[in-house]
C-alpha cells in the first residue's frame, strides 16, 4: 500500500502572503501544493495563473500539482510547465483534443491528469489510459473551496480504483487517483477506503485553529 499524498489546496490560503503559506504548508508536512486555476469560462470563478505560480514557484520544495479548469486548456501548458509544474490536471470538457492534451503535458516533461466532475462519465478514461499518470476525482463541482463533499463519489471511487488496480497488474504501471473537494478529517478515512492515494484539502488546512497545532496539526490529523 502507498503511503497517502495529501495535496493542501492554496485556493483557501491567505493571497496576501502566498509565499509564507506554501513555506508553512511545506512546514508542515504537505506532499504537494494544489494549485487551482479558474478562468471565469470553464467555471464560474476567478482565481491564480502562471504569473502567479512564477512568484511562488521558488518558495516551494516539493511538487506542484496543478488544477487546470480553462477552457481552452493547451496554451497554458508550456506556461506552467517551464515555471516549473511537477503534475498538471485539466477537465475532459474543455479541451478539443484530450488525447493530444495529455501527450502535451508529457512533452513538456510534466505527469498528466485527467479531472473527473461528479457527473462526467468514467468512460473518459477509456482511450487513454496509457497517457495518465493520475487521475483526478473531483468530489465537488468545480469552481468554488468549502464546498461539501459530495457522497455518491465514494461508489465512483470505487469504481476508479478497480480499474486502476487491473491496469497496473497488465502493465506494471500505478496511476494515482487524486481526490479534490471537501476533504476533511472527518471523511478521509472513507475516502482513502474507497481507494484514493492522493487527498486534496483546501479549506479544512488553511482554515484550520492555531489552537489546534495550525497547518501542522491538521495535516497529522488527516494523515491518521
Ligand atoms: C474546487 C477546487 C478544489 C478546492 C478544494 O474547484 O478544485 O481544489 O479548492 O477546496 P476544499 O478542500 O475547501 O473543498
Ligand atoms: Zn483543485
Not at 23 to 44: S, T
Not at 113 to 130: H, I, R
Request: with cysteine.
Amino acid at each position: 500500500v502507498q503511503p497517502l499524498r495529501l495535496a493542501p489546496s492554496i485556493l483557501s490560503a491567505d493571497f496576501s502572503r502566498l509565499g509564507e503559506e506554501v513555506r508553512a504548508i511545506e512546514a508542515g508536512g504537505a506532499d504537494l501544493v494544489h494549485f487551482d486555476v479558474m478562468d471565469n469560462h470553464y467555471v464560474p470563478n476567478l482565481t491564480i495563473g502562471p504569473l502567479v505560480f512564477q512568484a511562488i514557484r521558488p518558495h516551494v520544495g516539493i511538487p506542484i500539482d496543478v488544477h487546470l479548469m480553462v477552457e481552452p486548456v493547451d496554451a497554458l501548458i508550456p506556461q506552467f510547465a517551464k515555471a516549473g509544474a511537477n503534475i498538471i490536471s485539466f477537465h475532459p470538457e474543455a479541451s478539443r483534443h484530450v488525447d493530444r492534451t495529455l501527450a502535451l503535458i508529457r512533452e513538456h516533461g510534466c505527469q498528466a491528469g485527467l479531472a473527473l466532475n461528479p457527473a462526467t462519465p468514467l468512460a473518459w478514461l477509456d482511450q487513454v489510459m496509457e497517457r495518465l499518470d493520475m487521475v483526478l476525482l473531483m468530489s465537488v463541482n468545480p469552481g468554488f473551496g468549502g464546498q461539501a463533499f459530495i457522497p455518491s463519489t465514494l461508489a465512483k471511487l470505487r469504481q476508479v480504483r478497480q480499474r486502476l488496480d487491473a491496469y497496473a497488474d497488465t502493465t506494471g504501471r500505478r496511476i494515482w487517483l487524486e481526490v479534490d473537494g471537501g476533504v476533511k478529517v472527518d471523511n478521509i478515512a472513507a475516502i482513502v477506503a474507497a481507494g484514493a492515494d492522493t487527498c486534496v484539502a483546501g479549506s479544512a488546512v488553511f482554515g484550520a485553529p492555531d489552537a489546534d497545532g495550525g497547518y501542522r496539526g491538521v495535516l497529522r490529523a488527516l494523515r491518521q
